[in-house]
């Protein structure tokens, strides 16, 4: 019961919660030809990023975790030949040797291909389209239409455990009671006490392996997330007939917070909960295995961010002779 409740939620989750998606200055042309390019080393960006099988759900099913995420390098596109067809996709804090521009901000992952870039720049708006995918209950139905929008098939995966995260049930690290709460909500909320990103300073402790945990019983905003059912009330969740405090995130990210203080902070890109929920729980191994994300591509998105990088013009696949 509590797996399709959890699918049910993944399906209302994408129905009402994918921000909508603004074009940029970028010609059909030049979509178009990033659509027929060939990235030529994936296997290296999957191993890299630690997605060798992208069937393999990536998410743990330990409590808190930290995801270790290099934001200080680079992604460039390196072109083999004139024609612009084929390329690799190389992470370096500087440009490399050769016909190479930059893609985006950070290491390179799975969705950092020029085909998956596509797909944000030409769609205005991907709420209607997922839509569709996600009403469709069966995740091999799912993935087939999310293919079907463009997405490369690793990128494509990583969409999917993603939602499929976010759609779970608190227990298991998702974002189900929450979610159902905030279905009609607005993607920011100026104020709130409900924030299910925001750390506490005592919460996390270090592992014998090195990684940041938890010192409480489960992955939920405090330790009666571990009953087996949590469902929205009042202004938290209630998790076995008891109600949540305000919401904390033990999730890091290269041992930091996993979010930033301007999504749960009262203010103008404060997050409605559910969002704020699927960036702690789910966010961190998403920016890791995906690489680009629209923020750090230079692409702006509906949610009320701050600018996080300079804008990228991604005019590199017309005008070269064949």
């Excluded at 997605?51 to 680079?74: A, L, S």
């Excluded at 227990?171 to 159902?180: D, I, R, T």
């Excluded at 750390?199 to 405090?222: K, R, T």
Aim: proline share 7%; aromatic share 8%; glycine share 10%.
């Amino acid at each position: 019961m509590a797996r399709a409740l959890g699918k049910c939620l993944l399906a209302l989750l994408l129905l009402f919660g994918v921000q909508a998606e603004f074009s940029t200055d970028h010609s059909q042309e030049e979509v178009d030809a990033m659509i027929d390019t060939k990235l030529t080393n994936l296997d290296e960006v999957m191993q890299a990023v630690g997605f060798p099988d992208m069937r393999e759900n990536p998410y743990p099913k330990r409590d808190w975790y930290d995801t270790q995420i290099n934001r200080d390098t680079r992604c460039w596109v390196v072109f083999e030949s004139d024609d612009h067809v084929n390329y690799r996709l190389v992470s370096s804090d500087e440009q490399p040797p050769g016909d190479s521009y930059l893609t985006h901000y950070g290491q390179c992952g799975v969705c950092s291909t020029l085909q998956d870039l596509a797909v944000y720049i030409s769609n205005k708006d991907l709420t209607n389209p997922v839509r569709s995918c996600t009403t469709k209950l069966i995740g091999g139905l799912q993935r087939k239409c999310l293919r079907k929008l463009g997405f490369t098939p690793a990128c494509t995966f990583i969409w999917y455990h993603n939602a499929h995260n976010t759609g779970s049930i608190s227990p298991s690290g998702g974002c189900f009671g929450v979610c159902v709460r905030h279905i009609f909500s607005p993607n920011n909320i100026p104020s709130g006490t409900n924030n299910p990103c925001e750390p506490e300073p005592d919460q996390l402790v270090q592992n014998s392996d090195g990684s940041f945990g938890a010192h409480i019983a489960g992955p939920g905003p405090e330790a009666e997330d571990t009953a087996p059912f949590c469902v929205p009330c009042g202004k938290g969740t209630c998790c076995g007939g008891k109600r949540t405090k305000t919401g904390r995130c033990g999730n890091t990210i290269n041992g930091m917070p996993a979010c930033d203080k301007e999504q749960y902070e009262d203010g103008q890109y404060r997050l409605n909960a559910c969002l704020q929920c699927d960036e702690c729980r789910s966010g961190p191994v998403f920016q890791k295995i995906a690489g680009r994300t629209r923020r750090n591509s230079g692409l702006r998105s509906e949610i009320e961010r701050p600018l996080a990088v300079d804008p990228i013009h991604h005019h590199y696949c017309v005008g070269r002779s064949s």
